[in-house]
């Protein structure tokens, strides 16, 4: 009995133990590469080399990278605000409006979710070239502001906000605005603070739609960079390493940062 | 009397003005050039960019670097969606698919028949670059095939230099299992899971998965079946080391696990960049099939410029192709020094660089013999759906090894591959 209960741990501890590995060793492959030249990474080195500031140097004269990390930034801030903005409003809307339509066109923003982008590209991209936004980060978010996840995301959140709380808000003369603005959003501030990082993740590492729209140097984002520098014929897989690694920082950082908060907005934002 | 003084004068700085704007109005746009690669292409764009702008200063460049499947997929989607105007005045594709995007979108890449010099580059690169006897693009870089050996390797197994020329693929093989006897060494490093191979060895026999009119051609190809069958006796020889995925096949011969390497050209930087090994290789000419119309010449990969037709800067991204990449032959001697590039114009090679003595392939005159092969390489018809075939025949290399008959894999290629082209 003892025994099989004990087996039965060790079990779980290498299960455990098996998927930890997999899912660390590509951020430690990422790191150890980083310090390797290309040649030593080819031959499958495992342990910690010297050329880390050789990479760091190189990727840093062949990329401009302040301005990159700007071109990322903004649209990745931007499009998360206004993403967030925009389809919390909506879910908000649609668990508090009651009416005949809305689940009829509720139906219709999820059916959405089902319709790949690569259908959507070619219409979007003419869309974008007839309004000259071509080449402009304005046409990377636009597409994304109105977000199908986030609004069934919001939606089913506000389904645990109290309506006692909006209507006596009601009856203290608050406008809709209003009782959205300062009972909803403090509220559901961990379901905010999930959305900021799904939204922002999703943002900033996007790729396709950026590669489609974006047409030159100065207005790329680090995705597209890192996929120029990974393709080459003779790609020097230190200084991808290092592209990768500060590619993968800002949502590392965002990640931590709200990952209380994300946590409790994964389980459900109003106890 | 005043008034007319200023009048005149008046009438003297628009007149100059005007003269200045008609003087410019030639040449001054901005050429946009997409090609991928910061190291190669790009790199090597920017210089001849320099060299154009050196003699036309009105004339400005931007070369935008995405990776590859980007650039192509940029293309699609612009072309696809008839928004021409987002397109680049010139743009590098990759040979293989070339006949792709010239047949599937006629009318969006500029005719350059009769403003450039063809006879001046390998025959198979105008090929591939024409549809119904109309030439598109300025052919770049080649990747005309050498087979690299060890000579130290091929020394101890009791092979001298002499005895690697005009080989063909069964004797390749014999003398493989010999240096695998006297050496240990293994005599090749191969991709079962990569077509390549398959591909230099059907083109040096003037065979392409397509016939000349461009149709599937895998049944009745004897070409294709001959190059299946090289690797088939390969395969089952054992004399090549397995290798999974380009870096551990790059590996095979940086390691120094490997006698010869049979790829194309582009591949004597890597080579080169094992100063230990300076002086232990030699190329010769790749060994031959054993078919009507075999050769020692092939080529693997490369690609080519081409001039949107909708460019705004259509005459002036012309020019400039036609005045650097068909015409200087100093700048094709830098890019080759400089980024190991060989270019097609065949007229490259009576310039310094291609003359050399290279010190690391033992003194040998190697840009030379790849000049030779280069206009030795047979022209085919890379059709439209290369890539797609190509995974048909990759799907199937695997059941070579395991001693699959010849004949029935074409089969299963051909249905695969007819499945994938519809």
Not at chain 1, 172 to 189: A, C, H, T
Not at chain 1, 190 to 214: C, D, E, K, Q, R
Not at chain 2, 386 to 393: G, H
Not at chain 2, 399 to 411: R, T
Request: with cysteine; proline share 3%; glycine share 8%.
């Amino acid at each position: 009995m003892n025994l099989s209960r004990l087996s039965g741990t060790a079990l779980q501890y290498a299960f455990l133990g098996l998927a930890a590995f997999l899912s660390i060793f590509p951020f430690f492959w990422m790191v150890i590469s980083a310090t390797n030249t290309s040649i030593d990474i080819i031959g499958g080195k495992t342990t910690f080399g010297d050329a880390f500031l050789a990479n760091v140097g190189k990727f840093f004269t062949e990329v401009d990278v302040p301005l990159i990390f700007w071109n990322s930034a903004k649209v990745a801030v931007l499009a998360t605000v206004l993403t967030i903005a925009v389809s919390s409003l909506a879910g908000y809307g649609f668990e508090m409006f009651k009416s005949k339509a809305r689940d009829r066109i509720y139906s219709l923003v999820l059916l959405t979710l089902m319709v790949p982008f690569g259908a959507l590209m070619i219409p979007l991209f003419m869309m974008m070239a007839k309004t000259g936004l071509i080449n402009t980060h304005i046409a990377i978010m636009l597409p994304t502001v109105a977000s199908a996840f986030i609004i069934f995301y919001f939606r089913q959140s506000t389904k645990a906000f109290p309506t006692e709380l909006r209507d006596a808000a009601k009856v203290d003369g608050l406008k809709e605005w209003q009782i959205f603005l300062y009972i909803y959003v403090p509220v559901m501030r961990s379901t905010y603070a999930a959305a900021f990082v799904i939204v922002f993740m999703t943002n900033w590492n996007n790729y396709l739609w950026p590669l489609i729209v974006l047409q030159s140097n100065e207005t790329k984002t680090i995705t597209l960079v890192v996929s120029s520098l990974a393709s080459a014929y003779y790609p020097d897989y230190g200084v991808v390493m290092i592209g990768t690694i500060l590619a993968t920082l800002p949502t590392l950082f965002v990640f931590f940062v709200m990952q209380r908060q994300f946590v409790q907005g994964m389980l459900g934002s109003v106890k | 009397m005043n008034n007319r003084t200023i009048l005149s004068r008046l009438a003297a700085g628009m007149f100059a003005g005007a003269s200045l704007l008609a003087s410019t109005a030639a040449f001054a746009g901005e050429v946009t050039v997409w090609c991928w690669d910061p190291n190669f292409n790009v790199a090597i764009m920017k210089e001849a960019a320099a060299r154009y702008t050196a003699k036309r200063p009105e004339t400005t460049f931007n070369i935008v670097d995405f990776a590859k499947a980007d650039v192509e997929q940029k293309l699609q989607t612009a072309l696809s969606s008839g928004t021409t105007d987002t397109l680049p005045d010139i743009v590098l594709i990759e040979d293989y698919g070339a006949q792709k995007y010239l047949q599937s979108f006629p009318g969006a890449f500029a005719a350059l028949s009769g403003k450039i010099d063809y006879s001046g580059f390998a025959p198979y690169k105008v090929e591939l670059m024409t549809v119904d006897g109309t030439v598109y693009g300025v052919p770049f870089d080649s990747g005309v095939t050498g087979l690299y050996y060890r000579k130290d390797y091929l020394e101890q197994a009791g092979f001298k230099p002499e005895d690697m020329q005009d080989l063909t693929w069964d004797r390749f093989i014999e003398i493989g299992k010999e240096v695998e006897a006297k050496t240990g060494k293994k005599m090749l490093g191969l991709d079962i899971n990569d077509a390549g191979f398959i591909r230099i060895l059907m083109q040096s026999a003037g065979g392409w998965y397509f016939d000349k009119e461009g149709n599937l051609s895998i049944e009745n190809n004897a070409a294709l079946k001959a190059a299946l069958e090289t690797e088939q006796k390969i395969l089952q020889a054992g004399i090549h080391k397995p290798a999974a995925g380009w870096t551990e096949w790059v590996n095979t011969f940086t390691s120094g696990d490997v006698a010869t390497v049979t790829t194309g050209v582009w591949i004597t930087g890597t080579v080169k960049a094992q100063a230990d090994q300076s002086g232990k290789w030699g190329v010769a000419p790749i060994p031959k099939l054993n078919v009507e119309g075999a050769g020692h010449a092939s080529n693997l990969g490369g690609s080519s410029w081409y001039v949107t037709e909708s460019s705004a800067e259509k005459d002036e991204a012309i020019d400039f192709l036609n005045e650097v990449y068909a015409k200087d032959i100093d700048f094709y001697q830098k890019i080759l020094t400089e980024r190991g590039a060989v270019g097609s114009l065949l007229a490259a090679r009576t310039g310094a660089a291609y003359s050399e003595a290279d010190a690391f392939f033992g003194g040998e005159k190697v840009w030379q013999n790849f000049s030779d092969w280069l206009a030795m390489v047979p022209a085919v018809n890379y059709g439209v759906f290369t890539n797609e075939v190509d995974t048909a025949v990759t799907a199937h290399l695997p059941s070579l090894g395991e001693g699959a008959n010849v004949d029935d894999v074409l089969k299963q290629i051909a249905s695969q591959a007819e499945g994938q082209i519809q």
